[in-house]
């Protein structure tokens, strides 16, 4: 399995220079209204600034998802201020298995961490479906 855990942020103008001051990190990407996307010839439909910690090997990571919440909890105030001022800042989950069924566990104290932060946490699961009977 692979995956990410990754803090986004999704508006039609975002302040990139604004957003990174505020976390005191750089992103790990960003995106651009309108410019064209890895996948084909689809272009961003809005702007977007990720922070995300990967993974790989046998199931989900929760170490992943505890650095990037250790990056993310001193800045409780300034998440608050940047989900007033724009459209979606989330936490992702993405996962990638070739397996048909997906599942994962979050110590208490990982939700609790994330309860902190004030975050709705989203889960993207594609799964290939490939199990062995």
């Known amino acids: 399995m692979t995956g990410s855990f990754s803090f986004s942020i999704y508006d039609d103008s975002l302040d990139f220079g604004e957003i990174s001051t505020l976390l005191h990190t750089p992103p790990s990407s960003v995106i651009k209204k309108g410019e064209k996307l890895k996948r084909g010839s689809t272009v961003a439909p809005y702007d977007s600034w990720h922070l995300?910690?990967?993974?790989?090997?046998?199931?989900?990571?929760?170490?992943?998802?505890?650095?990037?919440?250790?990056?993310?909890?001193?800045?409780?105030?300034?998440?608050?201020?940047?989900?007033?001022?724009?459209?979606?800042?989330?936490?992702?989950?993405?996962?990638?298995?070739?397996?048909?069924?997906?599942?994962?566990?979050?110590?208490?104290?990982?939700?609790?961490?994330?309860?902190?932060?004030?975050?709705?946490?989203?889960?993207?699961?594609?799964?290939?479906?490939?199990v062995e009977e």
Do not use: C, W
């Not at 998440?79 to 990638?96: D, E, F, G, P, R």
């Not at 070739?98 to 989203?122: D, K, P, Y």
């Open 52 to 130: 995300q910690e990967k993974f790989q090997g046998d199931g989900v990571d929760e170490a992943a998802l505890v650095l990037l919440l250790q990056k993310l909890t001193p800045f409780q105030k300034e998440i608050a201020y940047l989900q007033q001022k724009y459209q979606n800042v989330i936490l992702n989950t993405y996962l990638q298995s070739n397996f048909g069924q997906v599942g994962f566990n979050l110590s208490a104290e990982t939700i609790r961490q994330l309860s902190l932060t004030g975050l709705e946490m989203g889960i993207h699961i594609l799964s290939y479906g490939g």
